[in-house]
């Protein structure tokens, strides 16, 4: 367990729908990213929130928004699905929480999660 | 452009044999390096990063990496590859400052092990 809650783990639905994502970061982490891998483009970066804020937005499509919460967990919200939206789609979490020690410490090292697989019909 | 390019796609190696996976990265100047595993269902685990100092680095399972500047490589080695390391390999690199979460990704090696 990597300390980073994704949910759901899988989710099927239809073009034109909007589904929801949602992540919990690791205890003490401030930062939470979402990236997107597909057969077709691998794993891309989407967005990253800083304590709140968007920090940066990568390869995200405007039907896609994202935001973290107060209690930092995040929601990525997916609209007017369509059939390329299928993918795998992982929440990363960074930062330098107390205790904080070993391999997957520091504000640069990215912690995931395992997943939410999204299949679109 | 910055990119990250795993030359194998695929790799297949004897249980007990040793493992090299390449790296090959372009980038403006020396990123931060790293090493994810993804098992099948699974997130990707952390195998090990370079920051700064010694090239030769260690990583959890056995796993290590070298950086070569002068290649820009940053290539994965294992002496003895156990059936349980059978997984996408993915190489990334990340920048040292601003934003330094929003990694690069190669597009991955599968390494399958013969019993």
């Known amino acids: 367990d990597s300390g980073v809650t994704q949910t759901p783990k899988h989710l099927i639905t239809a073009t034109g729908q909007r589904v929801t994502l949602r992540c919990s970061p690791r205890s003490g982490d401030l930062s939470v990213y979402w990236y997107q891998q597909s057969l077709d483009q691998g794993l891309q970066f989407l967005i990253h929130y800083y304590n709140g804020e968007e920090r940066a937005k990568g390869n995200i499509l405007e039907r896609f928004s994202a935001q973290q919460f107060p209690d930092l967990h995040s929601e990525l919200n997916l609209s007017s699905l369509e059939l390329g939206d299928s993918a795998l789609y992982f929440c990363?979490?960074?930062?330098?929480?107390?205790?904080?020690?070993?391999?997957?410490?520091?504000?640069?090292?990215?912690?995931f999660g395992a997943g939410s697989r999204l299949t679109v019909l | 452009a910055q990119s990250v390019t795993q030359p194998d796609i695929h790799i297949t190696v004897s249980e007990g044999a040793s493992l090299e996976l390449r790296c090959n990265y372009s980038?403006?100047?020396?990123?931060?390096l790293f090493w994810y595993v993804q098992s099948p269902g699974q997130g990707l685990q952390l195998l090990l990063k370079y920051f700064s100092g010694d090239t030769l680095v260690q990583g959890i399972k056995g796993f290590e990496a070298e950086f070569k500047r002068s290649q820009s490589s940053f290539n994965l080695r294992k002496p003895s590859v156990h059936w349980s390391d059978a997984a996408e390999y993915f190489c990334a690199v990340g920048r040292r400052s601003g934003n330094t979460g929003k990694l690069i990704f190669g597009q991955g090696t599968t390494l399958q092990v013969k019993p």
């Open positions: 980038y403006g100047a020396t990123p931060y």
């Open positions: 990363a979490s960074s930062g330098r929480g107390p205790g904080r020690l070993g391999l997957n410490s520091g504000a640069n090292v990215l912690t």
